[in-house]
């Protein structure tokens, strides 16, 4: 008889058999007289109900949670006349939750106070029973939920190994092929930086040849330190990366990628000033590699977008002590220059302004 939200229950007109009906969400439930109960399974409309008299005194009980008790309706100016007797009890849980309504009819003076009591009792039970239900269908939800969500995180767990796995298979992949290349690719350097090494203790060289082949011997270390890069994204992703310190002249250093660009961009007839503000026997504690490949993109910039004119190089010292120097390098051009949507993709990788 019981439904598990807003329970309506009422009578048949039929006097004097006592009919009971039970609705929820201010539809009927059940219907129940001596002769059995019937209950709706789906949603049976409140309007559905053919008595007027139970269905106003039902609204009623439901508007104003006030509980109906009268011997005859005939007495009762408030609802349609009716001869008979009618109980209509809201059934609320705690102080504030209307969960329905109650509605019992009989032939006149059927009823008196004790089934009032009684009902009111019955209809305590009711309440707390239907809210145990609501609570039940709250957690069962709640559990549903988070059992959903326990299976999308374990889900997820699985996709996130899943990624993992390939993105190390991929990064050892990675790190063999690029071993290998560099290792084929220094094969033939070390071929090339052999060979200018010769070259340059045949005698007799002029100025201009000893020139050029010093500048095939800095092209090479150049390609072979580009080469070495490739090991180093390798070392990077595996923490290893390491910062060599090791004696080297600045001018000579700077000199040399000077000399290498200016010969690979000679044909342009570009002019390049050398301001260096450093003493020629200066000697510091550095990677000259890392700075030949700071100033090889620095310079190979302004050599590649600059078609005429001249580029200058300044190197001075900044700060010097007993332990340290500050150094400040510097490329000006007369090229095609940066604008400004271009500066914003300038340190971004595979980007040119």
Avoid at 168 to 189: D, W
Avoid at 247 to 268: D, G, M
Avoid at 300 to 318: H, L, M, P, Y
Avoid at 326 to 340: L, P, Y
């Amino acid at each position: 008889m019981l439904a598990n939200h807003k329970v309506f229950a009422g009578l048949s007109k039929h006097p004097p058999r006592n009919t009971v009906l039970i609705v929820y969400r201010w539809s009927i439930a059940a219907v129940g007289n001596p002769d059995g109960v019937t209950a709706y399974t789906g949603r049976q409309s409140l309007e559905s109900v053919a008595d007027e008299v139970g269905k106003q005194i039902t609204l009623f009980v439901l508007r104003s949670r006030e509980t109906v008790f009268a011997h005859n309706l005939l007495n009762d100016d408030r609802f349609a006349n009716a001869d008979k007797s009618v109980i209509c009890m809201p059934i609320i849980h705690g102080d504030k939750v209307l969960l329905g309504s109650i509605y019992i009819e009989a032939p006149p003076n059927s009823f008196t106070d004790r089934n009032v009591t009684v009902l009111r009792l019955l209809v305590n039970q009711i309440s707390i029973s239907l809210a145990n239900a609501l609570l039940f269908k709250r957690l069962q939800k709640a559990l549903e939920l988070q059992k959903r969500s326990l299976d999308m995180a374990r889900e997820a767990e699985a996709k996130a190994k899943e990624a993992e796995a390939v993105a190390i298979q991929s990064a050892q992949a990675k790190a063999l092929f690029t071993a290998n290349v560099s290792h084929e690719l220094r094969t033939p350097l070390n071929g090339v930086i052999g060979i200018a090494e010769l070259l340059k203790d045949t005698r007799p060289l002029n100025k201009e040849q000893a020139g050029y082949t010093d500048s095939i011997r800095v092209c090479a270390d150049l390609l072979l330190s580009l080469i070495n890069d490739l090991l180093d994204f390798t070392k990077l992703e595996a923490g290893k990366m390491k910062i060599f310190s090791v004696p080297l002249n600045l001018t000579e250093t700077i000199s040399e990628v000077i000399r290498a660009l200016s010969f690979q961009n000679k044909e342009k007839g570009l002019r390049t000033i050398e301001q260096f503000e450093l003493p020629s026997d200066l000697f510091v504690l550095g990677d000259p590699v890392r700075l030949h490949q700071i100033l090889m993109n620095i310079l190979g910039n302004a050599f590649k977008f600059t078609f005429e004119g001249s580029i200058t190089v300044r190197a001075a010292v900044d700060r010097e002590d007993e332990r340290s120097i500050d150094v400040t390098f510097s490329v000006k051009d007369t090229g095609i220059g940066i604008s400004e949507g271009g500066k914003v993709a300038l340190f971004r990788p595979f980007s040119q302004g």
